[in-house]
């Protein structure tokens, strides 16, 4: 079945140490989106990919990065996590077509910062 | 910037019974959906509903959209309890940025 993967599922790191989450899709959607949520709230958007080109978020700070080096993968780099970093991140996916953006979303990484 | 704001917060209610959430939005969008969200896991989408239609339909779910009012309601018949998660709204306001912002969310709870 197409679907959009994520690995790992849950992630330990510790402060300071950087971290890499990955997101692979069999969807061959040309956008790419990662979502920062913590407890009770909602999905936050940190950047997406619109084929290969980046949009950041005003807001996302600079700590996060992300690269997509083809359509199916795209990950995002935590250079320095804080205790603050811990959430859940989202990977979502869709394809850009007139009025309907529907998204299709991984399982989501839990990040744990030590 | 948050676009969406739900009512209520958390919602509590006995297998069988309709659930309702409502969902409330600040600027012209283009369509406006409603996802789950199962605890741990990743949201999936539920409805769809441009801003040129009043209600949908599917299967147990029923969405109503008044762009006078900038508001969406979200109705699920005869309850389950498999139909306990977060739901949330989300607004696209297709400018071609192809980004969604999401409502807190409802927290539904159903008792067997």
């Known amino acids: 079945d197409a679907m959009v993967i994520q690995n790992p599922r849950y992630q330990v790191t510790q402060f300071g140490k950087p971290v890499t989450l990955s997101c692979s899709q069999t969807l061959n959607h040309n956008v790419m989106y990662w979502y920062q949520q913590k407890s009770s709230q909602a999905p936050k958007l940190l950047f997406h990919y619109y084929d290969k080109d980046f949009n950041n978020e005003a807001d996302t700070p600079d700590n996060f990065q992300s690269r997509r080096p083809n359509t199916s993968f795209c990950f995002l780099d935590i250079r320095s996590p804080g205790l603050g970093d811990a959430a859940m991140y989202l990977c979502a996916t869709s394809r850009r077509t007139s009025g309907n953006n529907e998204q299709f979303f991984g399982p989501g990484t839990r990040l744990t910062v030590l | 910037s948050q676009q969406g704001e739900e009512d209520p917060q958390a919602l509590s209610i006995q297998e069988g019974e309709n659930a309702t959430m409502n969902c409330s939005y600040k600027?012209?969008?283009?369509?406006l959906q409603w996802y789950r969200q199962n605890s741990g896991r990743g949201l999936v989408h539920l409805i769809l509903i441009r801003s040129n239609e009043r209600e949908k339909h599917s299967g147990r779910l029923r969405v109503t959209l008044d762009t006078s009012k900038k508001s969406s309601s979200l109705l699920i018949t005869a309850s389950r309890a498999a139909d306990t998660a977060s739901y949330f709204c989300a607004t696209d306001s297709f400018q071609g940025a192809q980004k969604l912002v999401f409502g807190q969310g409802t927290r539904l709870t159903i008792n067997p």
């Open positions: 600027t012209s969008i283009n369509n």
